[in-house]
C-alpha cells in the first residue's frame, strides 16, 4: 500500500529566496543570542569575557599565525554555540507553527514551509519542531549543513534535511498555484 501523497498544485521556493530568508532569520536570531548571552549570561556565568574576548581578537591581528583561543575565551564561546541552537529551535519551532509556516526572514521574500501533499496547510507543532530541531543539529555541525543545502540546490524536489525529516516543503506564495507537481518523497 502506497502511503505517499497525492500530487498538489504548488511551486517550490527558489533556492535563493530559501537561503536569503534562512540569512536574515540567522542574523536575527543571532543579534538576539549574543544580546542576551552578552548581557545575561556571560556577566553571571564568565565574569571579565568581554574584556578576555577582545584581547584575544586584538591579538590576532598582529600574529601571522592562529594561536590556540585560550579556555578561559573558547569555553563561554562554546555555551554562546548552545545558547543559539536553543534559540534556533524556539525561534523557528513557534514562529513557523504560530504564523502559518513563516517566520521573518521567510515573510521578507514571500515563502513559506508547508504540508507535503497539502500546500494550503501549514505545518503542525510537531512538524515545525522537527524542522527546527533539525535546523539545530545541521548548525552544530557545520558538515551537515552544507550537505543540507547542497541536497535543496541539486535535488529535484528541493528538498532540505530538515523537510525530508518533517516531511513539509518550502513553498512560493508570489507565484499562482495552478501548476501541479509530482508527489513529493
Known amino acids: ?27 536575527l536570531v543571532g543579534l538576539a543570542s549574543w544580546t542576551f548571552f552578552s548581557l545575561v549570561v556571560a556577566p553571571r556565568a564568565y565574569p571579565g569575557f568581554d574584556a578576555r574576548y577582545a584581547a584575544y581578537v586584538e591579538s ?45 526572514g521567510k515573510r521578507s521574500v514571500r515563502i513559506r514551509a508547508a504540508r507535503v501533499g497539502a500546500p494550503e496547510e501549514a505545518p503542525s507543532l510537531m512538524e515545525a519542531f522537527i524542522r527546527s530541531l533539525c535546523k539545530a543539529v545541521c548548525m552544530q555541525i557545520g558538515l551537515l549543513l552544507i550537505a543540507d543545502f547542497i541536497s535543496v540546490f541539486f535535488g529535484k524536489k528541493r528538498l532540505a534535511l530538515h523537510d525530508r525529516m518533517a516531511r513539509t516543503v518550502v513553498v512560493d506564495e508570489a507565484r499562482p498555484k495552478a501548476v501541479s507537481a509530482e508527489p513529493l518523497s
Open 1 to 27: 500500500m502506497n502511503d505517499e501523497p497525492a500530487a498538489t498544485p504548488y511551486f517550490p521556493a527558489a533556492l535563493l529566496w530559501r537561503a536569503l530568508a534562512f540569512i536574515l532569520d540567522i542574523i
Open 60 to 104: 590576532l591581528e598582529t600574529l601571522d599565525h592562529l594561536p590556540p583561543m585560550p579556555a578561559d575565551v573558547l569555553e563561554p564561546l562554546q555555551m554562546f554555540n548552545l545558547t543559539m541552537a536553543f534559540a534556533v529551535l524556539l525561534y523557528f519551532t513557534l514562529s513557523e507553527y504560530f504564523w502559518r509556516g513563516r517566520t521573518l
